[in-house]
T-cell receptor, first 115, second 112 residues
């Protein structure tokens, strides 16, 4: 299996621009997670999908952030408009059930820099 | 609320020495506990996980961790450090839901 695939790996944009991050989970996994990693706040869960349905979006920082999962093999995280404080590494992870001792498999991340 | 605390943001050991990375959890019910490793510019990779089947859990790359309920700890150890072990290590806790909380991470440096 190719693992969790994220694109782009690096994104540099200017403040105010729209940013779209993409994720392809491992085939057969029905849970998908978006995380943000910064030096100040560590690793934070932004949103969690189960069977393509958003279950918990309490970690989404504000309305500028939105996430979708139109099908089992694709998810997007969009920031509009972007701000310098959104600069971070964004990880996507997937798992087969999303609960209990189930392992989450992480993608390589997207390093976002907002100038 | 459940959480984990990793003691020491940086740990430095010599090659061949014992590695000990500390993690304490707070949970009112038996938790699921995980250790992940992150190499530079990569995502997190599972090292091992505690599922209540056994208190001593063996993981990949020679790492193991022991669940101690009396101490609310889940420390990660490796008898002999290798240069390739240099990375950041995260402890994580989850109850029987989707709420998974990660510690702040411990950066391990291995000196030759």
């Amino acid at each position: 299996d190719a693992g969790v695939i994220q694109s782009p790996r690096h994104e540099v944009t200017e403040m105010g621009q729209e940013v779209t991050l993409r994720c392809k989970p491992i085939s057969g996994h029905n849970s998908l997670f978006w995380y943000r990693q910064t030096m100040m706040r560590g690793l934070e869960l932004l949103i969690y999908f189960n069977n393509n349905v958003p279950i918990d979006d309490s970690g989404m920082p504000e309305d500028r952030f939105s996430a979708k999962m139109p099908n089992a093999s694709f998810s997007t995280l969009k920031i509009q408009p972007s701000e310098p404080r959104d600069s971070a590494v964004y990880f996507c992870a997937s798992s087969s059930s999303g609960v209990g001792a189930d392992t989450q498999y992480f993608g390589p991340g997207t390093r976002l820099t907002v100038l | 609320a459940q959480s984990v605390t990793q003691l020491g943001s940086h740990v430095s050991v010599s090659e061949g020495a014992l590695v000990l990375l500390r993690c304490n959890y707070s949970s009112s019910v038996p938790p699921y506990l995980f250790w992940y490793v992150q190499y530079p510019n990569q995502g997190l990779q599972l090292l091992l996980k505690y599922t209540s089947a056994a208190t001593l859990v063996k993981g990949i790359n020679g790492f193991e961790a022991e669940f101690k309920k009396s101490e609310t700890s889940f420390h990660l150890t490796k008898p002999s450090a290798h240069m390739s072990d240099a990375a950041e290590y995260f402890c994580a806790v989850r109850l029987n839901n989707n709420d998974m909380r990660f510690g702040a991470g411990t950066r391990l440096t291995v000196k030759p």
